[in-house]
């Protein structure tokens, strides 16, 4: 079997403090030099007041900030290769200079940045910055878009695994000095409130020697690439506009595709980090509501065969053929098949940001398909999240609604009397925070997008504090935002030992990445990115494992509520602290648990039924 492959420590670029953007200079400026039109620097505004990213803290380049060039940004190659040097090598250079390792130690080396790709390449730039060896195998990925910080890992691990005692370094980033758009595109515009400087250094490895000092092994890892279809591989693209300007395209059905994507992704991974609890409650909702299909009686007449063209005509409309309303007991077709969608059109500033479509008609095109969401207005993050916990609990098959009840024998809409009460109860679905992944690493887009994805996976603000920081500091920094939230949870909480980390990115294509990480040790790592929060942020005294006990304490809380606090605090506490000295994982201790307490019910019965009988027998 090969070795594992371990996350050996990581470093998030921090940009210099002058390289901070003031966005209402940068309004300003916009005006004074009548770059845009008014009413485009007025949707771009409303648009920035709802992206969740602060008005002063993010970093642009000096290439683009108005504070060094500025109306006048530089977008020449030269420019491009200046930003990109100053990101990538210096995270690499924070590496090395935080681990102790040196340039001669790495075997590999993966580069990523989408719309920036010169020649010689990003990773010939670092070979040559920092001197690597001759054999050094390096690589550099091009136009994967912000999932390749998660997706990347795939490829890192596949090599790493044809290799083995070798060390990997991953260095992502995207340079935003090309992607500049001077047009009047909205689709394009939102670029450049968004994205932000950044980049990071990821050192992974499986030389047992450095097991000792890694801090995370891969577990899992899922890729979903749904770029089969036009409406995907056209959602995010770089290209020019009409007037010939240069910029990078989100379209209006980028939140129904990452969606489509993230649902796929999330289903497959939902069996490896459910508990056990969770899991049989899944089969045991799934086998009630087949048993209640099965025993429900018809409670609808069939209808009488039709004679003639026009009793054929009336019988198909009383049917609910054609899209009209069908009887009490028969299926009622949607009309018309809608799907939340990102507008374009009357409020334009709600691209990306929320959606305007209404409610989905209640049909799924298939068990893993996100497409229909069921909320009114509902983001992108809500649609995946919901489809990929439906389609985890087995409740939404071909051909049902959102509420889980069947449309052809039940009512399609929930209108009809179908199977019952019962039969229109929306299926079971596990809550993720409830789950064996105890830190939520998400790519935060935007803030509507994780508020939607926050409720939908029924995470609290604790577990969504790390995205929503990142976003609001850093802005979204690309295929490096999920790196920069790991740094902040392991800057501001710590990781204990055995816990497991959810990494979610999503990216053109559409392309969709999970990874779960398991601590190797305990972590209680402040990165330079975040040094200026441990001040404020510090945790309780006890550090990493008095934070970690008081969201467990918070976890137990949620699920007996009905527990006095103290004591769901101690028990929670208690199980983490045992589970962490016999160095188990959490859920397989539950298991553990789950296992004994089967067995002994079972000898309990057992013994229940067959004293009595020697009993008799001695008798």
Avoid at 153 to 180: G, H, I, Q
Avoid at 362 to 370: A, K, L, M, V
């Amino acid at each position: 079997m090969a070795p594992p492959v371990m996350l050996f420590d990581l470093y998030t670029y921090k940009p210099p403090a002058e390289f901070k953007a003031d966005q209402d200079e940068i309004a300003r400026m916009w005006r004074d030099t009548g770059r845009y039109h008014e009413d485009d620097i007025r949707f771009m505004e409303r648009v920035f007041a709802n992206s969740g990213l602060s008005p002063s803290a993010t970093h642009l380049p000096p290439t683009l900030n108005p504070r060094f060039v500025g109306g006048c940004p530089r977008t020449d190659m030269e420019a491009a290769r200046e930003e990109c040097g100053m990101a990538v090598c210096g995270a690499v250079e924070g590496l090395l200079r935080k681990t102790g390792l040196r340039p001669a130690d790495i075997d590999i080396l993966v580069t990523s940045c989408s719309a920036f790709c010169p020649t010689p390449s990003i990773a010939s730039m670092v070979v040559n910055k920092f001197g690597m060896r001759e054999d050094v195998q390096a690589y550099h990925l091009g136009g994967m878009g912000c999932a390749n910080g998660v997706v990347g890992v795939n490829l890192v691990a596949d090599l790493l695994k044809a290799r083995p005692n070798c060390l990997a370094v991953f260095v992502t980033t995207e340079t935003l000095t090309p992607t500049y758009y001077a047009g009047r595109d909205r689709h394009r515009l939102l670029g450049l409130l968004l994205f932000r400087m950044g980049g990071a250094a990821v050192a992974l490895t499986n030389r047992p020697s450095l097991r000792a000092r890694a801090k995370y092994v891969l577990q899992h890892r899922v890729r979903v690439h749904t770029g089969q279809g036009d409406d995907s591989y056209r959602a995010i693209h770089f290209d020019e506009d009409e007037e010939g300007h240069l910029g990078m395209y989100l379209g209006k059905n980028v939140c129904k595709e990452a969606s489509r994507a993230l649902g796929l992704a999330m289903t497959q991974i939902a069996p490896r980090i459910l508990t056990w609890r969770q899991l049989f409650a899944i089969a045991a909702d799934a086998a009630q509501r087949r048993a209640r299909k099965l025993l429900a009686p018809k409670t609808a007449a069939k209808p009488k065969p039709a004679t003639g063209p026009h009793q054929q005509h009336q019988q198909h409309h009383k049917s609910g053929g054609g899209g009209g309303g069908g009887g009490r007991g028969e299926a009622r077709q949607p009309a018309e098949e809608g799907a939340s969608d990102t507008s374009v059109s009357g409020r334009s500033d709600s691209i990306i940001i929320s959606s305007s479509g209404s409610s989905s008609s209640g049909r799924h095109h298939s068990p893993y398909s996100s497409s229909s969401s069921t909320a009114s207005g509902g983001s992108c993050g809500a649609a995946a999240a919901a489809a990929a916990a439906a389609a985890a609990s087995g409740g939404s098959r071909p051909g049902t609604d959102a509420t889980g009840s069947g449309n052809g024998n039940g009512s399609g809409n929930g209108n009809g009397s179908g199977n019952g009460k019962d039969s229109q109860r929306a299926p079971y679905r596990p809550s993720l925070q409830q789950s064996t992944i105890r830190h939520f690493i998400l790519h935060a887009g935007g803030a509507r997008v994780l508020s939607d994805l926050g409720s939908a996976l029924q995470l609290d603000a604790s577990r969504m504090a790390p995205s929503r920081d990142t976003l609001w500091e850093y802005g979204n920094v690309s295929s490096s935002t999920t790196w920069y939230t790991l740094a902040h949870v392991e800057s501001l909480g710590g990781v204990r030992r055995g816990e497991r980390v959810l990494q979610v990115g999503v990216g053109s294509g559409i392309k969709c990445g999970v990874n779960v990480w398991k601590a190797l040790r305990d972590i209680h790592d402040v990165h330079d990115a975040w040094a200026h929060r441990v001040i404020t942020d510090m945790p309780p005294a006890g550090g990493a494992a008095a934070a970690t006990a008081s969201a467990a304490a918070g976890r137990a809380a949620i699920s007996a509520p009905g527990r006095p606090a103290a004591a769901v605090a101690a028990a929670a506490a208690s199980r983490d602290e045992l589970a962490a000295e016999c160095g188990m994982d959490p859920a397989a201790l539950q298991c553990l648990v789950a296992v004994v307490t089967v067995a002994a019910v079972a000898t309990a019965l057992l013994l229940h039924v067959l004293l009595p009988a020697l009993h008799r027998a001695q008798a």
